[in-house]
């Protein structure tokens, strides 16, 4: 973190991210009572790994409830990142969960010049900042702990925003599918 204490981060790199060639970054941010084990291994069975192995994308997952409190801390992890890793600066993603999502929308309205795209699954709030990202907001039609209709208002509120709607879905269950529609998404924008 930026104030010098440890975060708890997962991090995938496929072997591309070893050779010269920069390597786009996936921060992927879990929902309220789980942690930085959720994108990585349980999520979709893991599907975030999976699909950051196809695209040969970095996927780091911090644990969101510190992580998310300042963008300080996004800083600070880039520094690392960029220290260990090629990183491609015009392709840095952000994907959330919920409380997840509500943290990726604050940080890139935070630092919007620092994402290419950002993805909000079951959550989000408005970015409106001036250069904001692409943004994807998805909602379940089931989910019972952030309504769908609360989700697609702050797509609504945010400039260009997509929007889709799960149907028979509900908060966690739509994890595993909204990081098969996201990662493909992402992964179509350059800063």
């Known amino acids: ?18 050779a010269d060639a920069r390597v786009p970054l996936v921060i992927a941010l879990h929902g309220a009572g789980g942690d930085e084990n959720m ?11 999976k699909l950051a192995a196809e695209q040969r994308l970095i996927l780091v997952s911090p644990k969101t409830d510190v992580f998310g409190t300042s ?15 090629r990183i491609d600066s015009s392709r840095v993603y952000l994907i959330g969960h919920s409380m997840g999502a ?3 929308a604050r ?25 904001a990202p692409p943004s994807l907001f ?27 709607l799960f149907r028979h879905e509900g908060h966690l269950l739509m994890v595993g599918n909204g990081v098969r529609r996201a990662v493909p998404w992402l992964v179509t924008h350059t800063r």
Do not use: C, W
């Not at 940080?107 to 709030?125: D, E, K, N, W």
């Open 107 to 131: 940080l890139a309205q935070a630092r919007p010049a620092q994402f290419a795209a950002v993805a909000m699954l079951a959550g989000g709030s408005p970015i409106t900042v001036a250069n």
């Open 39 to 49: 994108f990585v291994d349980a999520y979709g069975s893991g599907i975030a790994t």
């Open 138 to 164: 998805v909602g379940a039609e089931l989910d019972g702990i952030i309504p769908a209709a609360r989700v697609e208002a702050a797509a609504k509120a945010t400039p260009g925003a997509t929007y889709e």
């Open 71 to 85: 963008p300080e801390h996004f800083d600070a992890l880039m520094t690392l990142l960029r220290n260990e890793f």
């Open 102 to 104: 509500g943290a990726a």
């Open 1 to 18: 973190r930026s104030d010098g204490t440890d975060l708890p981060v997962r991090v995938f790199a496929p072997e591309a991210a070893s």
